[in-house]
């Protein structure tokens, strides 16, 4: 299955929009691209998921690249409370029976007053 | 709408003991996932059930063995304490069953201290 490769640290200002990437150069066509943050000490948040399309919610949005080897997630307003570990993972149908669901080691996002 | 509610929190168990832990998905949710999280491994999946029928199982020993409820609640039982088993135990329920196009709603875990 696809390996993600993220940054291991960002800081962002209070405000301004967090934008974060993420690399899945060897995603193949049925793998969904995830994103989930953990806050110490609380289980996995789910953000957002897309396939080939950019996607948006409530609490962000999804841009993946037309050839679909990277993708950034956005917050548009960064606050204290985004302050997290930021996990970029892909989801394979060649997984289904034994899925490893490697979260990897994300990205700490710092969001700076 | 109420997460997916894990108990207990934290747990401090002995080697050798035997310990369960409750998952309850949140409503109308029939797929129930269980992870382990360490420093070390990372984030490893227990197994997954659906309509009380395990679908899939991780590579844990049988040590590790879970159940599900009419009513979807779940319940994992590790037996034989090791201190290796010592983690954040995490459960998770999606809402189309074990489907790559629906995202896992994580509860916040129970901590176990295995001394």
């Known amino acids: 299955d696809a390996k993600t490769t993220q940054p291991p640290s960002m800081d962002c200002a209070e405000g301004r929009a967090a934008n974060l990437p993420c690399n899945h150069s060897?995603?193949?066509?049925?793998?969904?691209v995830y994103w989930y943050r953990q806050i110490h000490s609380q289980g996995p948040q789910y953000i957002i998921h897309?396939?080939?399309n950019n996607e948006t919610n409530e609490m962000a949005s999804l841009i993946i690249t037309e050839d679909r080897k990277s993708s950034t997630l956005i917050l548009p307003h960064a606050t204290l409370r985004d302050t997290a570990v930021y996990y970029c993972?892909?989801?394979?149908?060649?997984?289904?029976?034994?899925?490893?669901?490697?979260f990897g080691t994300g990205t700490r996002l710092t969001i700076i007053p | 709408k109420a997460g997916v509610t894990q108990t207990p929190r934290y747990l401090i168990k002995t080697r050798g003991q035997q310990v369960t832990l409750s998952c309850s998905p949140i409503?109308?949710?029939?797929?129930v996932s269980w992870y382990q999280q360490t420093p070390g491994q990372g984030l490893q999946f227990l197994f997954e059930?659906?309509?009380?029928?395990?679908?899939n199982k991780g590579n844990f020993p049988g040590r590790f063995s879970g159940r599900q409820f009419s009513n979807s609640r779940s319940e994992m039982n590790v037996s034989t304490l090791e201190l290796g088993d010592s983690a954040l135990y995490l459960c998770?329920?999606?809402?189309?069953?074990?489907?790559?196009?629906?995202?896992?709603?994580f509860g916040n875990g129970t901590r176990l201290t295995v001394t």
């Open positions: 060897t995603i193949s066509g049925n793998e969904y």
């Open positions: 409503s109308g949710h029939r797929s």
């Open positions: 998770a329920s999606s809402p189309l069953g074990y489907s790559y196009n629906s995202p896992l709603h």
């Open positions: 059930y659906f309509s009380e029928t395990q679908r």
């Open positions: 897309g396939l080939k």
């Open positions: 993972i892909v989801r394979a149908e060649s997984n289904f029976g034994n899925e490893k669901l490697t």
